[in-house]
């Protein structure tokens, strides 16, 4: 199954197609490209969302080299990127995204790829998904008997109730003649202190 | 027997190491963190007129951050960072509703909403040659058509539309050599004149058509006095600029395409006038305003010929610009020191005579000399103008003033913070009990109860608010006095303005704050500027009445060779000490493991010369140095000439006076790196106060490897030269990184790793015997981690007991550096997914408690990710002892867990400093962490094994022990009645 997978990410990379023209193109002047993608979030959420959270998305080329921010409709651009290959992050609180591979080829201007780096998935469209949901906080467990059980709490009053109702029938498993001579033995002893006495007394 | 107790060990394992993360519980937050946002010092604001913006104020900064404030309270409503380089040069509003943006030296050229900060759209412009850029929005914009701004940027003019960011027309003026100084579009006029300068004697006036930029006149005249580059516009049709030696005004006029020029010298204008004059970029009409060494000018042109000084303040001063109030009369204010106080007037250019409104306002001493100041006005019940100032002072605060008293204050110093450390606080002294007394039994009993409904989810709404009012008010956590676990603490921060601030790490607040220019400003030193700061006293034997003391030092220029200054800060209550201008530039300033008896840490400066200076200058701290001089070395990276050298010191300096507290290097070692193939990137050493618990780390299999722990130890890595750019421009043939492990005192190399296809940028920390670094992979265009791990293998031997026991092992031989080391090293890479701006790795007091890695990602969070994931002994199969000793299973990349971020759902907005500080309590590590914002948390990499938790359950516990004693009793009693009936049959 492994290496099924790896055959196709292999075939995708070998076939990867070249990406719409729209996605990029000689701007102005300059010998530069421009970069322009979407960042979906409204898809992959289930908490709804507010408009604060997306206008501080950042979309990050190279690590910090430059900056820029999300439209209201998602989209992004940078401009004047020189050919080359390039790395987009996004940077938006609650999710997690994948960094992109960008390859914008000097030989045929304009031919543009894109891939995720964490998955090797080839994009035919700039189309930035969050891969999941990040939930900072520990999500409080609701109240469970279970829960109680496995606190230290729990446990010693656990192992209390196992003592005092598993012990007996231990015992009681114990041959009745050595049982009889162990409580003589005790007798012996003398006057004896309620914590010895309990465990035998109660079988 | 030992297959149960092994299945118990590996289930007690499982169970230790099931959460591998400090995580929060969300009502958690703010209990032990505090989180504090800043926007930096304030370069431009401007007030929204419109109704709905009228209580705000949006401003850039020096912090490349564009933000928008509440002026009520000073409160931020929005904020966005821009990246680092994309400084923000010119701002607006336009319609009322959008902030317009144009950074990167005018190349972009964004609109964000103006009530909540929504990009709206970007434009780029292509910028040729580099040049101060320029922006215009016109002022009788109406909302229903199109509208236009004019941007002028490297050479091009661009009319930019107003809906979507479209480039509507453009014009090259970089072809004529023409730099634009100002353009503007005469209101109800479709012509905009754009005036500049043509090299440096020409002045040239391009008039435009505003529908297509096609050039309707352009005019030319040249000036042989030249112009230095600076100019103010008056009027429609006179501009006013300086000439080349900047001690001569020319005041232009262009009326109908006719160049004008007249020249007045400043000093038959001013008195006692030398040295070179400014122009302040403030707009008002007929007026202009002028800096000179001493004094601000204000100026009034009459006519070309005719230019009259209206008023002189002297420095230090700042004039606001203009300020419409309506059709024909505009206000300005000034601010100027009074002694101690500040004075805020606002002026009406029509009787500049008497002020509007003059204000005498208290300011902290502490915050130095006024810089900017921008003025707002509102209209009061009685419908007269009333005025508010928004003031920037030298420490880059930002504060309101508004019928003479400063309504809030922002300590934005704060973002730039450039070093900090910690003091510890007074200890609590017996009598003055500083704690209020502990409520009463039932009132505590009444708590734990609430708490414990709240940890069983049993709570209402209601009672969880009381339950984190409850917390967050607890007065422990702010008291000044030092606590048994060591979490209170100060800490100290410089800020680049040379303010120093001590910082509770309770809550955050400012406990005291010196602000070092205006207290070293002197004749000699006219721009001091603090560079670092150390310990200086931290007494816990021999002086434990005085109090703990810092160690700032400064120098007194930017230049390296500017002469130093030394300042000595009591640490609880912000006062100076002593002071001292040193004789001698500082290149370095090394802390050594050395105290007098005073409890003074001896520091020796290195200085441009090469020559080491001791201090504290006394006999004892001398004698103490000369006894430990020949173990002392020091070294130097020379990351431009690619060289790493090695010096160890002698006595005696070559001065013409002799000082006995100067000390000669004398050169060991050099390090050359072929300049051709590599460039240093970064260096990285251990933390001088870091504590190793054991030197020796028992493996699988009860056997035992020795860590080669040593102080001298120095991580470089070089990458090649042309791999030393941002990532792109380089191809994976093209690049590779050599990872070094050097011992600082012989210059040994003990130990080189190259990566093919990785380049910069490298964060590197260094810890024990190990070393991380995070680097990008070219082939696998992907960031990756590696560590670094090195064994003394010449104490490989020293595993059997009975060599221990007769003594027969060479543990107690001395460690040096000069004997050959016998080392083995093991490393590892792992992938990483996110970029990383910052990273530094967990500290405790006794170096007990297993490591974090605590890496700033480029969303601004702190990410800690256990040492046990940079392991380099991880495996695909792992053995059963392996297991049993806690090694992951191997990975091809580091797992990001979210709720292993310490700064959970925050962001450290522009991180660039991670530091940890260990508290006394073993288990636990205090995280400061500092950027444009400021954070503070405290963590526990091993959760907190050695005490309670603040949520433990009290009342869990009391209940607890309650039904085993009644269960006692109740099977006592059972028992009891069980023998009767037995006795009885």
């Known amino acids: 199954m492994m290496r099924r997978s790896a055959e196709i990410i292999a075939f995708l990379l070998l076939f990867s197609c070249v990406l719409p023209s729209a996605l990029a193109g000689p701007s102005g002047p300059g010998d530069g490209y421009t970069i322009a993608g979407h960042v979906k979030l409204e898809g992959a959420t289930s908490k709804g969302f507010t408009p604060m959270e997306k206008s501080n998305s950042k979309v990050i080329l190279n690590g910090g080299q430059r900056v820029t921010f999300l439209r209201a409709d998602g989209y992004f651009s940078f401009h004047n990127v020189p050919a080359g290959t390039h790395l987009i992050e996004v940077s938006a609180m609650g999710y997690f995204f994948s960094p992109v591979r960008i390859d914008i080829s000097s030989r045929n201007p304009g031919k543009i790829q894109a891939a995720l780096t964490e998955n090797r998935r080839v994009l035919h469209e700039l189309v930035l998904e969050p891969l999941r949901e990040e939930q900072y906080y520990e999500i409080r467990e609701p109240f469970s008997l279970m829960s109680l059980l496995k606190s230290p709490m729990g446990l010693m009053v656990g192992f209390m109730v196992l003592v005092v109702f598993l012990m007996p029938k231990l015992m009681e498993n114990m041959d009745p003649e050595e049982m009889r001579r162990a409580q003589e033995e005790m007798r012996a002893q003398g006057v004896p202190s309620l914590s010895n006495l309990l465990p035998g007394r109660s079988s | ?294 004094s601000i000018y204000l100026v009034r042109v009459k006519g070309v010929s005719e230019l009259e000084v209206l008023e002189k303040f002297n420095h230090p001063a700042s004039v606001s610009d203009a300020l419409t109030l309506s059709e024909e009369q505009q206000a300005f204010g000034i601010v100027q020191h009074v002694e101690t106080k500040i004075d805020f007037r606002v002026k009406l250019d029509k009787d500049l005579r008497n002020g509007v409104l003059k ?308 050169e060991l070692w050099s390090i050359v790196f072929p300049s051709e193939s590599e460039k240093i990137a970064t260096t990285a050493t251990r933390k001088i106060n870091e504590v190793v618990h054991t030197q020796a780390k028992v493996i699988a299999d009860q056997d035992v490897m020795y860590k080669y722990v040593s102080r001298n130890i120095l991580f470089v890595a070089t990458v090649a030269p042309k791999a030393a750019g941002e990532i792109g421009s380089v191809t994976p043939e093209e690049a590779w990184l050599v990872a070094y492990l050097i011992d600082a005192v012989t210059g040994r190399i003990l130990h080189r790793v190259t990566h093919h296809g990785a380049q910069g940028p490298i964060h590197a920390v260094v810890s024990e015997n190990w070393v991380v670094y995070h680097y990008f992979n070219l082939r696998a265009h992907r960031y990756e981690m590696s560590v670094i791990e090195i064994y003394d293998r010449s104490r490989a031997d020293n595993k059997d007991v009975w060599k221990l026991v007769l003594g027969k092992h060479n543990l107690t031989s001395p460690v040096s550096s000069y004997s050959r080391p016998d080392v083995m090293v093991k490393s590892q890479s792992y992938f990483f997914t996110h970029s990383v701006k910052a990273m530094a790795v967990t500290a405790t007091a006794k170096g007990i408690t297993s490591k974090q890695l605590l890496i700033g990602t480029i969303g601004d969070q702190v990410l800690a990710l256990d040492k046990r994931f940079l392991d380099p002994r991880r495996n695909v199969t792992l053995t059963q002892s392996e297991k049993e000793e806690g090694i992951i299973p191997l990975t091809d990349s580091l797992p990001i867990i979210p709720q292993a971020y310490v700064t959970h759902a925050l962001q450290v907005e522009g991180l660039r400093g991670i530091v940890t500080i260990p508290a006394r309590l073993e288990s636990t590590t205090l995280v400061f962490s500092y950027g444009v914002d400021i954070f503070f948390t405290r963590i526990a990499p091993s959760r907190t094994y050695d005490s309670l938790t603040e949520d433990f359950s009290y009342a869990l516990l009391l209940i607890t022990i309650v039904a085993l004693v009644a269960a006692i009793f109740a099977t006592w009693i059972l028992s009891e009645k069980k023998e009767l009936r037995e006795k009885w049959r």
């Open chain 2, 1 to 294: 027997m030992a297959m149960a107790v092994r299945v118990c060990l590996g289930f007690l394992i499982v169970l230790l190491y099931s959460n591998f993360s400090t995580a929060l519980y969300e009502d958690q937050v703010g209990l032990a963190d505090w989180h504090q946002k800043y926007i930096g010092k304030v370069k431009q604001a401007v007030f929204p007129t419109q109704k709905s913006g009228r209580r705000r104020v949006v401003v850039s900064t020096e912090e490349n951050v564009i933000a928008s404030l509440d002026l009520r309270r000073g409160d931020i409503f929005w904020r966005h960072v821009l990246g680092k380089d994309d400084h923000v040069d010119q701002i607006d509003i336009a319609l009322g509703k959008y902030f317009i943006t144009l950074s990167s030296e005018g190349s972009i050229l964004r609109a964000w909403n103006l009530p909540d900060g929504q990009m709206m759209w970007e434009s780029a412009f292509y910028v040729s040659t580099p040049s101060k850029s320029l922006l215009y929005v016109p002022a009788n914009i109406n909302l229903g058509k199109e509208n236009w701004f004019l941007v002028f940027s490297g050479g091009w003019l661009h009319a930019v539309s107003s809906i979507d960011g479209e480039i509507v027309w453009k014009k090259e003026f970089a072809i004529d050599s023409l730099e634009i100084k100002q353009v503007f579009q005469p209101p109800e006029s479709d012509i905009i004149y754009a005036v500049g300068f043509v090299g440096s004697s020409q002045f040239s006036v391009c008039e435009l058509s505003s529908k297509s930029g096609e050039v309707l006149k352009h005019n030319t005249a040249s000036f042989p006095g030249g112009f230095c580059g600076e100019a103010s516009l008056v009027s429609s049709d006179m501009l006013v600029a300086l000439d080349a030696t900047r001690s001569a005004l020319i005041a232009i006029s262009f009326q109908s395409g006719i160049i004008n020029f007249h020249q007045t010298y400043i000093s038959d204008l001013v008195q006692d006038f030398s040295g070179m004059a400014a122009l302040l970029p403030v707009k008002f009409t007929g007026i202009f305003a002028m800096k000179t060494v001493s």
């Open chain 2, 359 to 666: 204000e005498t306002i208290e300011m902290d001493p502490q915050r130095g000399h006024v810089q900017k100041v921008f003025i707002s006005n509102y209209v009061r019940t009685d419908k007269s103008h009333g005025f508010r100032a928004l003031i920037v002072m030298e420490d880059h605060s930002l504060s309101l003033v508004q019928q003479g008293v400063v309504v809030w204050s922002r300590e934005d110093g704060l973002a730039s913070i450039i070093d900090s450390t910690t003091s510890e606080l007074p200890v609590e002294k017996e009598g003055v009990s500083v704690a209020e007394v502990e409520h009463n039994l039932f009132e505590w009993l009444k708590g734990h109860a609430l708490k414990l409904k709240g940890t069983l989810l049993l709570a209402s709404p209601d009672e969880i608010a009381a339950i984190q009012a409850m917390r967050l008010k607890n007065s422990e956590r702010n008291k000044m006095t030092r606590d048994h676990n060591g979490f209170r603490k100060l800490i100290i921060v410089l800020t680049r303005a040379g303010k120093l601030l001590a910082l509770h790490t309770g809550d955050g607040r400012i406990i005291w704050s010196l602000f070092f220019p205006s207290l070293h400003r002197s004749e000699a030193c006219e721009h001091p500027s603090a560079l670092n700061i150390y310990q200086w006293q931290v007494p816990h034997h021999h002086a434990m009445h005085e109090n703990p003391s810092v160690l700032v030092v400064g120098r007194c220029g930017p230049s390296h060779d500017a002469l130093g200054f030394f300042s000595v800060v009591d640490s609880y209550t912000g006062k100076e000490r002593n002071s001292l201008k040193l004789a001698h530039s500082i290149i370095q300033v090394i802390p050594l493991p050395l105290t007098d008896s005073t409890e003074q840490r001896l520091h020796l400066i290195i200085d441009a010369n090469l020559q080491a200076h001791l201090y504290p200058r006394t006999r004892d701290s001398v004698n103490i140095f000369l006894r430990e001089m020949s173990n002392i070395y020091r070294h130097s990276i020379e990351v431009g000439k690619d060289m790493i050298r090695g010096y160890s010191l002698q006595s005696g300096c070559n001065l013409d006076v002799a000082d006995e507290y100067c000390f000669n290097t004398k």
